[in-house]
């Protein structure tokens, strides 16, 4: 699904990777910590150039940009429709296949060789 799929359906994947405690809901503090864990796991593999954006600053903005009803939460509908319309939320959050393999190792603390930041949230359809 993930491979061929609309992007609507790889962002309500995306979703649940963020929603870190399956309460349908991202908190700032869950976004805060895949935030830090991408930013750690790019600049550790030399995978991009260094954001001048912090994770905190890059969490921040994707919230302003998405929790329209500001009750502090983004549902998955705010998730969806706020990256289909915004490219650069979308190319924030957006997983595919090589997210899965990337989180797979590092939960062994290895990293795979050849992955790169585009490849964590860039739309390959």
């Avoid at 993930?2 to 992007?7: F, K, N, S």
């Avoid at 963020?18 to 895949?34: Q, R, V």
């Avoid at 924030?92 to 290895?110: F, P, R």
């Amino acid at each position: 699904m993930l491979a061929h799929g609309t992007p609507a359906d790889k962002l309500r994947w995306s979703f649940k990777l963020y929603d870190k405690d399956g309460d349908g809901a991202i908190t700032h503090s869950e976004m805060l910590d895949i935030m830090r864990a991408v930013y750690k796991m790019s600049v550790a593999a030399s995978l991009t150039k260094v954001n001048p954006m912090t994770a905190e600053e890059c969490t921040n903005r994707i919230f302003i940009r998405l929790d329209k009803d500001q009750n502090a939460i983004i549902s998955l509908q705010e998730f969806v429709d706020g990256s289909l319309d915004d490219e650069w939320v979308r190319e924030m959050l957006e997983c595919d296949l090589s997210t899965v393999e990337i989180q797979k190792m590092t939960k062994h603390g290895h990293l795979p060789a050849r992955s790169s930041r585009e490849r964590l949230f860039h739309d390959n359809t």
